[in-house]
Antibody, heavy 118, light 107 residues
């Protein structure tokens, strides 16, 4: 059974750092495009970052230079390193797998809440 | 970046109604358009992929159409479990972008 489970969220002060994890089972993370998508409280979905199966990475302008997406193939886990956190980064962060052929988000985690506040 | 614009932003309807939600892309995206349903406190779930393909397990009352820049999600006969927020999303280019969402409420 395919499953992705996020962890690592919490309350952080502005300027702080946090690393989110997304543990995958039932498939190989490195064989799929894997994204982080976030949702601020009461707001819509915002794509944050993707790592392609080949290793290329891309970011939304709002997080470029502050966030880094990576994966550990031996642990079958996706990560999002978040630095220089801002209040506007407060959101539920979802890990999502893209289907291999048509690249829609076919599996999502339950989300992990990141709150940035002093 | 490709901008996705949904209309309406909210919609009130009754059980049994036929409902249509529109999504417009700021440039042509072929059929690279997906629809998701999200219920409060839950992760989104895909309903339709590649403009008109029904995801496995999704009821046939959901359908998608369109290509290029204009797309539509139709629910043929609303059921109580369909009251949720719906998002379109393009996967033609990175960054993947979502519409702002359409909240479907009970009338």
């Amino acid at each position: 059974e395919v499953q992705v489970v996020e962890s690592g969220g919490g309350l952080m002060q502005p300027g702080g750092s946090l690393r989110l994890s997304c543990a995958a089972s039932g498939f190989t993370v490195s064989s799929h495009y894997m994204s982080w998508v976030r949702q601020a409280p009461g707001k819509g979905l915002e794509w944050v970052s993707v790592i392609y199966s080949g290793g290329s990475t891309y970011y939304a302008d709002s997080v470029k230079g502050r966030f880094t997406i990576s994966r550990d193939n031996s642990k079958n886990t996706l990560y999002l390193q978040m630095n220089s956190l801002r209040a506007e980064d407060t959101a539920v962060y979802y890990c999502a797998r893209e289907e291999q052929q048509l690249n829609y988000f076919d599996y999502w985690g339950q989300g992990t809440l990141v709150t940035v506040s002093s | 970046d490709i901008q996705m614009t949904q209309s309406p932003s909210s919609l009130s309807a009754s059980v049994g109604d036929r409902v249509t939600i529109s999504c417009r892309a700021s440039q042509t995206i072929g059929s690279y358009l997906n629809w998701y349903q999200q219920k409060p406190g839950k992760a989104p779930e895909v309903l339709i992929y590649a403009a008109f393909n029904l995801q496995s397990g999704v009821p046939s009352r959901f359908s998608g159409s369109g290509s290029g820049t204009d797309f539509t999600l139709t629910i043929s006969s609303l059921q109580p479990e369909d009251f949720a927020t719906y998002y379109c999303q393009q996967n033609y280019l990175t960054p993947r972008t979502f519409g702002q969402g359409t909240k479907l409420q009970i009338k």
